[in-house]
């Protein structure tokens, strides 16, 4: 089972690593079109309100409710699953739309929630640029919201290709249209990218879908009034409820970064799309690897935790959290160490000036140091939902946004927008300690001195990387300041290229056998 969900983290991360560097690429067109002036604020902040509701109403709960569920009925009542499916498309479409609906008719009286420094903006014309675009984004909603209960359906089926290449499609289609029409319509080009590639990012999942529900009898998938007199339904209610509170709670946190990156006066100009850039660059290491094998993770342990197979459970989550300690830990030290470079070289240009590198290479610095907890967090959370309890992750969960709204309030003057990224790892890092102690009072010993005598072993590697990668900053990328942007990139991906080897070697050097198996992946088969 190791070796599945080793591979399917592989398929995924693949897939999810192409996904970012066209995210990369639209990060950079976006960069050099509108810097982080009015039109990037503007459609940040727009993209972030359908995105918040996306992970409330649709990924939170395909991953958290739906698996485990679908994955337990399908093992013991195969006949009634594709009826359960249809069921929850239909109840889903329906408060997906209503949703949209509500959004776009009270799209003022939202972003003015959102965002409430822009009402006094000494920017003109911020706000009503906000509220436009965000009409026009509400119905993506529906589009990435019915996305994500196919990959959830999917995903439970063991197929995890193509709801991984729905990101790469939205990614295409955001450049395609930002290249093409950027100069011209401005922000409004992005709009029209995110829509399409919400229609493609569901289309892409409909042949897999309607493929797997292909039954010899004409069963399967199909349109059908909702019943949720079905026993699955009301166990996925009943899973979903806190399950929502745990998704609004996290969004929270991001609403209240929101709210308090909009008080320019304290934070400065930028505050909004300096944190969208970091997280940007942040979330690159943590979805190729700590997401992706999260994901792959979920089933595997629904299956386990269903059969109570508790022993293959804890020894599935001890080779994911190893594996990825080996991965995550060089990214950590990585983006500390090379913030700075990384964001000059990457976005300033055009409008992206050297006051927005400072504010976006400081933003990513610190979060950069909650990573490897953000990764854990993941994997610690989904052990959780696997056997059924969304409500634990969920009140560890609101302690820690007290955490964040504290830490945001005493770090925001002395750091500016720094000292809101700095409160989000504070209160990452203690999210994910308080589900690990939870989770070994709950099932037992989890290998914690092994894991911690690997990460020690993997951290030394790591630090000897960086020491390598601080000098190669101060003789090389901080030398060359003054060349082309091309020599200049070239120049970083060949620094980041000669650490990743100096990290292989320096892993053989402290007998890390774990960095094998988090490639296994690719040399094995899944097993049945």
């Known amino acids: ?70 994955t337990e009925y399908r093992q013991k009542e195969g006949r009634g699953f594709w009826s359960l499916v249809s069921t929850l498309f239909v109840a889903m479409t329906g408060a997906l739309a209503l949703l949209s609906l509500l959004g776009i008719l009270f799209a003022p009286q939202i972003v003015r929630l959102i965002v409430p420094g822009f009402v006094h903006s000494v920017e003109a014309g911020k706000l009503d640029l906000t509220v ?40 295409a289609c955001l450049i395609a249209a930002g290249f093409l029409f950027g100069r011209s319509y401005g922000p409004m080009a992005l709009v029209a990218g995110v829509l399409i590639g919400g229609v493609l990012q569901l289309g892409c999942q409909a042949r897999p879908l309607l493929k797997k529900a292909r039954l010899p009898d004409g069963r399967g998938f199909h349109p059908a009034r909702p019943d949720f007199r079905m026993e699955p339904v009301r166990q996925i209610a009943k899973l979903f409820v806190p399950r929502i509170l745990g998704s609004a709670l996290y969004q929270f946190n991001t609403v209240v970064d929101s709210v308090l990156a909009s008080f320019e006066g304290i934070v400065g100009l930028g505050g909004q799309s300096a944190l969208y850039y970091a997280n940007r660059l942040f979330q690159l290491p943590l979805a190729v690897f700590g997401l992706a ?30 594996s990825i300690l080996v991965v995550i830990l060089p990214a950590l030290v990585g983006l500390l160490v090379l913030s700075e470079p990384i964001v000059r070289i990457l976005f300033q240009h055009g409008e992206f000036t050297a006051y927005s590198t400072r504010i976006t290479s400081g933003a990513l610095f610190y979060y950069a140091l909650g990573l490897l907890s953000c990764a854990f967090l993941k994997i610690l959370a989904n052990a959780f939902y696997a056997m059924q309890d969304t409500k634990t992750p969920v009140k560890v969960m609101g302690v820690c946004l007290l955490l964040n709204v504290f830490f945001s309030l005493v770090l925001m003057r002395p750091l500016q927008v720094g000292g809101l990224a700095l409160a989000s790892t504070f209160s990452t890092t203690a999210n994910m300690l308080c589900l690990y102690a939870l989770l070994r009072k709950r099932i037992g010993a989890l290998q914690s001195r092994k894991l911690f005598s690997h990460f020690c072993r993997i951290f030394a590697a790591a630090f000897a990387m960086g020491i390598a990668a601080f000098f190669y900053r101060h003789f090389v990328l901080e030398r060359i300041v003054s060349e082309g942007r091309l020599f200049q990139a070239l120049c970083l991906a060949g620094g980041i290229l000669l650490s990743i080897l100096m990290y292989g070697g320096f892993l053989l050097l402290f007998r890390v056998e774990e960095g094998k198996a988090a490639f296994r992946w690719f040399r094995k088969r899944p097993s049945p």
């Open 293 to 322: 094998l999260a994901q792959a993770a979920l089933p595997a342990f629904s299956a386990q935790a269903a059969r109570g197979d508790m022993g293959s459970f804890k020894e599935t989550l001890s080779l994911a959290l190893r």
């Open 1 to 70: 089972m190791s070796g599945s969900v080793l591979r399917s983290a592989g398929k995924i991360g693949f897939l999810t690593g192409l996904s970012r560097i066209l995210g990369f690429v639209r990060d950079w067109m976006i960069a050099a079109l509108f810097g982080t002036g009015v039109n990037a604020e503007a459609f940040v902040v727009s993209f972030r309100i359908p995105n918040l509701l996306r992970d409330l109403a649709g990924e939170g709960a395909a991953n958290a409710a739906i698996v485990p569920v679908l």
């Open 132 to 171: 436009h675009f965000t009409r026009f984004l509400f119905p993506y909603l529906v589009l990435i919201g019915l996305s994500a209960l196919a990959m959830g359906v999917l995903n439970s089926l063991g197929e995890f290709t193509s709801s991984a290449v729905g990101p790469v499609l939205l990614n």
